[in-house]
């Protein structure tokens, strides 16, 4: 497994090493011990979570806030999505920064987002399956959304036409208006 920790460092991106032939593959997608080694941090993952969405659907940027702040492994298992997390901690020198990543069945590839980010995709392909573990329970009553177009946090999606986008997203904030991280 290899680590890099992307322009916003907190951030990091997974590429598993493949083990492939005529018959398919095999790689492990999560172990702990190698995940501590690579980041420094041990976290506990309490739940995991499975999404499909259809081409064009984005969702996101959400964020629970403490004492139910979320970690998030995330991965694709099949298709493709861009997926981006933004820092929301305003101590940070990176407050407002993005930073976005390909993820698909094809690359394998991970990405840590750490508590104190929002995180969102969308779906490039006709259909696309989205793993997530989360270091904490799902929490309705702590979950806040950061919208998509914000022009403040101004990410670069890959997309020319509107995203399909549910109604709570639709009613998301302005990060100058969200409930943050100190």
Same mark, same amino acid.
């Given at each position: 497994?290899? #680590? ?6 907190? *951030? ?5 090493? =493949?083990?492939? $032939?005529? %018959? ?44 139910? #702040? ?6 694709? *298992? ?5 997926? =981006?997390?933004? $820092?929301? %901690? ?93």
């Amino acid at each position: 497994m290899q #680590a890099t920790r992307l322009s916003i460092p907190d *951030v990091v991106l997974f590429t598993p090493k =493949v083990f492939g $032939d005529e %018959r398919g593959f095999f790689f492990e997608s999560f172990n702990e011990r190698v995940f501590q080694e690579l980041t420094g941090l041990k976290v506990n993952f309490v739940q995991d979570n499975h999404s499909k969405s259809q081409k064009g659907v984005l969702r996101g940027l959400h964020y629970q806030l403490p004492p139910k #702040a979320q970690g998030k492994l995330v991965r694709v *298992v099949q298709g493709e999505v861009f997926d =981006v997390a933004v $820092d929301i %901690r305003k101590s940070s020198p990176t407050f407002g920064n993005w930073v976005g990543e390909i993820l698909s069945a094809e690359n394998k590839r991970q990405m840590w987002i750490p508590e104190g980010f929002a995180h969102g995709f969308v779906s490039l392909t006709e259909t696309s399956e989205f793993l997530y573990k989360t270091t904490e329970y799902y929490s309705p009553e702590f979950e806040r959304c950061i919208k998509w177009d914000d022009h403040q946090i101004n990410i670069s999606w890959p997309f020319s036409d509107k995203p399909t986008i549910s109604a709570k997203d639709k009613d998301g904030f302005n990060l100058s208006d969200a409930q943050v991280f100190l």
